[in-house]
């Protein structure tokens, strides 16, 4: 996996300046192209990158999150869809109102009738998709994921929010100073088949292996399906069948903040800690009002935005999603193409009292 130091400390400072998001973004609607396109290999295969090559001009770029009412995701996508506009192409966003593994199926399929030049998903499971989407790039319409990863071989490239790894392994550190390295903790997660959930997961189980660690325990992993009254009944049931409970880990926006929206209800405001993934909008008065101390995230404008540069960087022949080749990301400048395709956006910036006022997002 290639990161690069320089890309971290421009996300840093980006993250660290950044103002009002520009939400007012309209998707564009997609047209239908000539059905007649010949077919290709799967890109990578056969296709040679060729770094030199201009971005095309018209590309039209579809955004399918896990969910269209998605609050985290609509940022993300909204910031990609006018990423687009600068390059000269289109985007729009469509999708499920559930985060079902299967709900994605049919979208994917109208999108290759519609013949777009890419579709970037955030998938609800790594499988469940790849079928439709291997006949999209056998059509040659690009492939990216982000957010949420889809199986290896039914994209060309997946968007990173940050290393896999040290989210999972900074989300347990955060807690275990927060509660003294002692007692049971939960996790709240999204989905079951959630790629990118399911990846921190795993790594937050190795770092509670560590020697610091052995007086806590991991009592439940529950699922709010990222839905926020789901969320909110997983967190009440949590604190139901262990009372006595520590810590609960959201790694997921919609979880913290229906868990949040709980505890300050509750008579475990302050005596169950907190922690995880949101937006500062959403989490700024849970952290004001002493439910939540801190929280992380990375900048999901950004994520957005990187992901509709690789997006028109494959469909303009510029990268093929191989190893070692580069891109201009626009203002973010250059990324480099890690292992199994994978871009790392830069490393999440952890939001307390005394910072969170200065975003907004």
Known sequence: MTTRPAARR???AALAGVCALALALTAC???TKDSTAKDTSNAGDAAKADPDAPLKKGLELAFLPKQINNPYEKIVDEAGIAAAKEYGGTGKEVG?????ASSQVSYINTLIQQRQDAILIAANDPNAVCGPLKQAMKKDIKVVAYDSDTAKDCRQVFINQASSEEIGRSLVQHLGEQ???EGKIAILSATQNATNQNTWIEFMKEELKQPEYKNMRLVKVAYGDDADQKSFQQTQ???QA???LKGIISPTTVGIAAAARYLSDSSYKGKVV??????PNQMRKYVKDGTVEQFSLWNPEELGYLGSYAAAALASGQITGAEGEKFTAGKLGEYTIGKDGEVILGEPTVFDK?????FDF
């Open 274 to 279: 907190l922690n995880g993934l949101g937006t």
């Open 237 to 239: 049931g949590l604190l």
């Open 242 to 244: 262990y009372p006595d």
């Open 96 to 100: 499920p109102s559930d985060a079902n």
């Open 10 to 12: 421009r996300t840093a």
């Open 179 to 181: 509660i003294g390295y």
């Open 29 to 31: 609607s997609g047209t």
């Open 354 to 358: 005394k910072n969170i006022d200065t």
